[in-house]
Nanobody, 123 residues
């Protein structure tokens, strides 16, 4: 069982930056691949980035390439999403998720989810 808690969301102007954190409970965090997803109002949830258990970014959505990076600290049971040059279209609720095995962009494969954190980018 893994419990995930996101933090770091908020309101930022276009071009600004935010760093989201996802803290995981449990001593087996390093066994899990992690993903960051987002869901904007009226839209389907989409994968933003995915990271393997050993810190390799295995997926990055075209819309965020060059602006968003993910990393993880297995000693601290935390995964991060650094978001730079934010745009209004990045406005969404952001979720972190965990799965055993390989990382994936498919949200149906993720077993554990955080409660989400709101990111709002004003124009």
């Amino acid at each position: 069982q893994v419990q995930l808690v996101e933090s770091g969301g908020g309101l930022v102007q276009t071009g600004g930056s935010l760093r989201l954190s996802c803290a995981a409970s449990g001593r087996t965090f390093s066994r899990y691949a992690m993903g960051w997803f987002r869901q904007a109002a009226g839209k389907e949830r989409e994968c933003v980035v995915a990271i393997s258990w050993n810190g390799i970014t295995t997926y990055s959505a075209d819309s965020v390439k060059g602006r968003f990076t993910t990393s993880r600290d297995n000693a601290e049971n935390t995964v991060y999403l650094q978001m730079d040059n934010l745009k209004p279209e990045d406005t969404a609720v952001y979720y972190c998720a965990a799965k055993t095995g390989l990382s994936s962009r498919d949200d149906n494969l993720y077993e554990y989810w955080g409660q989400g954190t709101q990111v709002t980018v004003s124009s």
